[in-house]
């Protein structure tokens, strides 16, 4: 009977596995749908059953991963950020020398110019007039603005022991996302580049060893 059981057990396991792919697909699907949703339709037009519709999948499937409209969007934002920041780690595996510091600075603000950070936006909007969201989307952009800080630390190699290295940094984070608000309405590329120029020299300055 052991044996039986323990087949058994094994057939069970090898059925649960796709499963669970299947589930983690759905769920990663209904994420990236969302924010997509979310950044190109607002919140008002970003419901469960459009982004149902855009991931491919029922509403009830939808419902069953995310029970509320609030547990999708905050979810998706949070998924994205993480894996923009594991992308963005990804491209200065060893940290950053002084010399590549105006790359840093470029990729830092690109994380602000993009769908991720216009999602967000309406998620901060709608959280402003809605009560139910507010708490859960305060939270998140604490989260995500102490690892924003944390990446931005690590790779402009900054000391913060030093007096005002955590501020420039900070400094750095606020402009770039000021340069995301200047972007969502024209294109402001030209001007960026120029920001991001000095912003590379200024940290040159006020991090050099």
């Known amino acids: 009977m052991g044996g039986v059981s323990g087949a058994v057990n094994a057939a069970d396991r090898t059925e649960r596995v796709p499963k ?29 059953s459009v982004v149902a519709e855009h991931a491919g999948v029922s509403r009830g499937a939808a419902q069953h991963h995310f029970p509320t ?14 894996e923009r920041s594991i992308a963005l780690r990804a491209l200065f595996p060893e940290g950053a020398a002084a010399d590549d510091r105006r790359a840093v600075v470029a990729a830092l603000v690109d994380l602000y110019t993009g769908p991720l950070f216009r999602a967000a936006l309406h998620l901060w909007v709608a ?18 603005g102490r690892e924003s800080h944390r990446i931005a ?21 606020d402009m770039a996302r ?32």
């Open 127 to 144: 959280a402003s007039n809605e009560e139910q969201l507010r708490g859960r989307v305060t939270e998140l952009e604490a989260r995500v």
């Open 69 to 82: 409209r609030e547990d999708l969007f905050t979810a998706a934002v949070e998924y994205v950020a993480e």
């Open 20 to 48: 669970q792919d299947r589930s983690r697909a759905t769920r990663q699907r209904l994420l990236e749908a969302a924010v997509a949703c979310l950044a190109e339709r607002g919140w008002a037009g970003s419901t469960v």
């Open 178 to 209: 000021g340069l995301g608000l200047a972007n969502l309405l024209t294109d402001d590329g030209a001007r960026r580049e120029r920001v991001v120029e000095q912003w590379a020299r200024l940290l040159d300055a006020a991090l050099a060893q």
């Open 153 to 173: 630390v690590e790779l402009l190699g900054a000391d913060e022991t030093r007096p005002g290295a955590r501020e420039t940094v900070q400094g750095l984070l």
